[in-house]
């Protein structure tokens, strides 16, 4: 193996960590009594549709977060979020902190539908974690803030994944 090929993981590796996000997820504070409790819950066939669950430690039942992340749809990861998911999980709530599909890979509107499918699988996995599904809200930053709202206020992303959207749900939540 060459030296270029020794040295391009961990220089991949020191980029993501040098980032400013990479730096804060690396290095910023921990919030105690909160842990990742599920890595890599598939809601799709591709490597991005996948998604990380976060909870307290402390047993409970406890209400379901999708946080989303920005990027300008056609960046970020899941990855470097982390610590926004330790921060809400640790203010009493499951955080799912799924990863989507971005620009060029696909075109919109894939990563809403991508945001609406992975609301569903966190809500089909969240019990099993210690979370209400009855009680599921959804928020996000910059692009992120974009689906949530998009799965909110347009209902057909939502009832072409769960159909109880279309019997006037039985879940409460929304967008935050």
């Known amino acids: 193996m060459t030296r270029r090929g020794l040295l391009a993981p961990i220089a991949g590796l020191m980029a993501a960590a040098c980032s400013p996000l990479g730096l804060l997820n690396s290095l910023g504070p921990r919030d105690g009594g909160v842990r990742r409790v599920a890595r890599d819950i598939a809601y799709g066939d591709d490597p991005r549709q996948r998604l990380d669950l976060y909870a307290p430690t402390a047993p409970g039942t406890y209400p379901v977060l999708?946080?989303?992340?920005?990027?300008?749809?056609?960046s970020g990861s899941r990855d470097l979020y982390g610590?926004?998911?330790q921060a809400l999980a640790a203010q009493g709530?499951?955080?799912?902190?799924?990863?989507?599909?971005?620009?060029?890979?696909?075109?919109?509107?894939a990563f809403?539908?991508?945001?609406?499918v992975a609301t569903a699988k966190a809500a089909d996995v969240a019990a099993a974690y210690g979370g209400d599904p009855e009680?599921?809200?959804v928020l996000g930053h910059s692009a992120g803030a974009h689906l949530a709202l998009m799965i909110s206020l347009d209902r057909r992303y939502m009832q072409a994944v769960d159909p109880w959207t279309d019997q006037g749900g039985g879940r409460s939540g929304g967008a935050l």
Do not use: H, N, T
Request: proline share 8%.
């Open 66 to 74: 999708v946080f989303f992340y920005g990027g300008g749809w056609d």
């Open 83 to 85: 610590w926004a998911a």
């Open 93 to 109: 709530f499951v955080v799912a902190l799924p990863d989507y599909r971005v620009v060029p890979q696909v075109v919109f509107p």
């Open 112 to 116: 809403i539908e991508d945001a609406a």
């Open 135 to 137: 009680r599921l809200w």
